[in-house]
């Protein structure tokens, strides 16, 4: 009685986990069809010009490009909005 008991309820997770999987998999591609979810913007490849590092996520923009803040008279370069106003300065 207690062997089927423990099956049972291991056999339950793991349809509970298949199914979780499956859910979110269906979700994540309903979302990315539909255009929804996180974006960032991205610097334009061909604007060429110095490459500046982003304090915050590590990402090189383009300074022609990027979102730009001054700090302390220094001025930093940002791949997005979300990153600009994240960084404490």
């Known amino acids: 009685m207690f ?3 423990v099956l049972y309820l291991l056999v339950a997770i793991l349809l509970i986990t298949l199914l979780r999987y499956l859910i ?3 979700a994540r591609s309903f979302g990315q069809l539909a255009g929804l979810g996180p974006r960032r913007p991205r610097a334009d490849p061909k604007a060429g010009g110095e490459l500046k590092r982003d304090p ?3 990402t090189f923009v ?3 490009s990027s979102f730009k803040k001054t700090v302390r008279g220094e001025v930093v370069y940002f791949c997005s909005t979300e990153c600009r106003d994240r960084y404490l300065g």
């Open 3 to 5: 062997v089927r008991t």
């Open 24 to 26: 979110g998999a269906l």
């Open 56 to 58: 915050v996520c590590g």
């Open 62 to 64: 383009a300074a022609s």
